[in-house]
């Protein structure tokens, strides 16, 4: 949008504010809100640039649509529409079984595609804490994926990502064979050919407020909160402002949670508030009428990616627990305590490239009943049972397990002496690191378990037919929703099931228990795939040089202006198959470290 709208000429220099943290709608309108950087989200990315601008002379502030707590207010502006046949019954079950199993307040009707919290943390209020870093060849051009490539490699992210490990409170960045050497033991045998198939590991970014639970940045953020920083909750982004020029922003035009808007001025912004909303954002400011800021080339939402994941086999009872220890959690000691780890394996780079797949990998998870009793209690304190009656026959079936959930609830008071409990989760780290697993997943809720799948997950071909647009409908605020098209494709249906069938070969040649393939593996595709979204939502601000394939450059600027930014997923060029927030992170302090060395108006 240009400027005018209410907009006002940046002050030479802000001054500091009394306040740290207020909701939008407490602040006089009157009251000015000049800053030097605006960080629109209060997510991973947007708390970590602000850290990361910690001790400077720039005057921060983040701009969060929800609050302290979710709400339902605030989860009503995370509304999606997505193209009519998106899911299939059997995908949608799903979605709601292992999207819901995670969060409060996300509905499948609502949140068609992705899972986005709106409160201070971001979607780090309902993750698992699953980390890893992204492999040498996500970010090398790959002649059997169209365009694949970065306009940086894995070396210009090698320190920012040892600064995100210790931000999200990590061990070291090992995520192969070498780990076995870093925990002194050996690799377990038998063992597939690991020119085929390697060891990959995943770790877990535990609270450093309460240790046994997942990291919420939110909370740690509000325990050290930069003094130059300022959050202002309920504010929700509506549309950037730029000058008459079209080449800066200078401001952001917010609605706080009754509605009342105001512009709160910028020398520098930048864009933090997930795939779907960074998009949505800039389709809706425009620098030009009816084209987006930002979307000269018309790139702007396009090349979205998740994480297609399907279950791809099954192992028979008597291997569920010699492949649950071989392929389950692992801690290692550091100096700032235990780390866990979690084992899987992937194929290596060789294999990919001569099989032309995408990057991919598998891990166990423990399978729950159809009849486990915590899920249909939770469905019907939401209101969201389907089937109440056979909801509470299956807790009623199952009272000890709801006893022992209740019990630590109990356990986790405030008033349970925190060195002890800090004491007693280190052991459990270092000597039972799966039992600890299992609490830590599950929120030490426990559950009724049946069995142990091989589930695999892929990156997803760049397409840029895959997009988030505009809908015709609107929120409460006026503001046209996001539009989600996405389709798996044959790349990632090929991928997923071709590491099956690895895997099942792979086993049988090594003499370990072979998993029984699911059917649409196994039959070649005559029976559907199950292929769910991971939440893992990211591309539509892709990085690249050239601005016809992509939105922002090399520094995370957007195209064409001088002062806007972007952070998050969205900017990924490939998605790899690890889980996104480690490289978020790291993107992040990058971003912060770029803001930090340049002039403060035309960084």
């Not at 426990?446 to 929120?475: F, Y």
């Amino acid at each position: 949008m240009v400027e005018g709208d209410g907009a006002r000429r940046v002050p030479a220099r802000p001054s500091r504010q009394t306040w740290r943290m207020r909701d939008l709608h407490e602040i006089d309108p009157c009251e000015e809100l000049p800053s030097d950087v605006v960080i629109v989200g209060g997510g991973a990315a947007g708390l970590t640039v602000a850290q990361g601008l910690a001790g400077t002379e720039r005057e921060v502030l983040v701009l969060e649509s929800g609050g302290l707590e979710e709400t339902e207010a605030a989860e009503a502006l995370n509304a999606v529409d997505t193209e009519p046949g998106l899911w299939n019954e059997d995908q949608q079950a799903r979605r709601r079984d292992f999207h819901g199993a995670q969060t409060d307040l996300w509905d499948h009707a609502r949140q068609g595609f992705g899972v986005r919290c709106r409160v201070l943390g971001g979607s780090t209020q309902a993750w698992a804490g699953k980390s890893a870093a992204f492999d040498a060849i996500d970010f090398s051009a790959r002649s059997w994926l169209p365009d694949s490539g970065w306009p940086i490699s894995a070396g210009d992210l090698a320190e920012p990502l040892e600064r995100a490990a210790r931000t999200l409170n990590l061990g070291p960045n090992c995520y192969d064979e070498e780990l076995w050497a870093l925990m002194n033991r050996e690799a377990p045998v038998p063992c597939p050919d690991r020119d085929v198939l390697g060891s990959y590991f995943w770790q877990f970014a535990r609270s450093r407020i309460a240790p046994m639970e997942v990291m919420q940045m939110g909370h740690e953020f509000r325990k050290n909160q930069p003094r130059n920083c300022r959050v202002v909750t309920g504010a929700t982004a509506l549309t950037i402002l730029c000058d008459a020029a079209g080449g800066r922003v200078t401001g952001v035009r917010v609605a706080d949670a009754k509605g009342a808007t105001r512009v709160i001025p910028a020398r520098q912004v930048v864009l933090a508030a997930s795939a779907i909303e960074n998009a949505r954002l800039l389709l809706n400011s425009t620098d030009q009428p009816g084209r987006g800021l930002g979307n000269r080339h018309g790139v702007v939402g396009r090349y979205l990616m998740d994480h297609p994941s399907a279950v791809v086999a099954h192992f028979e009872d008597d291997a569920i627990i010699p492949m649950s220890r071989m392929f389950g959690f692992f801690g290692l000691r550091t100096e700032h305590g235990t780390s866990m780890y979690m084992r899987g394996l992937a194929p290596t780079a060789a294999v990919q490239q001569k099989e032309e797949l995408l990057n991919c990998a598998v891990f166990m998870p423990s399978e729950r009943a159809a009849d486990d009793p915590l899920p249909a209690a939770k469905r019907i304190l939401k209101g969201q049972s389907e089937n109440t009656l056979q909801d509470i026959a299956n807790v009623l079936r199952s009272p000890g397990i709801i006893a022992k959930g209740l019990a630590r609830m109990a356990a986790q008071h405030p008033r349970f002496p925190t060195g002890l409990t800090r004491f007693a989760v280190e052991q459990v780290l270092r000597f039972r690191p799966n039992f600890a697993a299992e609490e830590y997943l599950t929120g030490g809720m426990p559950h009724k378990l049946t069995g142990l799948a091989v589930q695999a997950i892929c990156e997803q071909a760049p397409n840029a037919e895959n997009r988030v647009s505009l809908s015709d409908r609107v929120d409460r605020f006026g503001q046209p929703l996001p539009l989600v098209q996405w389709r798996v494709g044959e790349r990632e249906t090929r991928t997923l099931a071709r590491l099956g069938e690895l895997v099942a070969l792979e086993f049988e040649r090594a003499g370990l228990p072979c998993p029984r393939l699911d059917p649409w593996v196994r039959d070649g595709g005559d029976a559907p795939a199950t292929i769910i979204d991971m939440a893992h939502s990211s591309g539509t601000t892709r990085m690249a040089t050239d601005p016809t394939k992509g939105v922002v450059d090399a520094d995370c600027r957007v195209h064409g202006f001088s002062n806007i930014y972007v952070a998050g997923a969205s900017v990924f060029a490939t998605s790899g198959h690890a889980n996104p927030t480690l490289m978020i992170v790291a993107l992040a302090h990058r971003l912060a470290d770029h803001l930090r060395a340049a002039p403060a108006d035309n960084a």
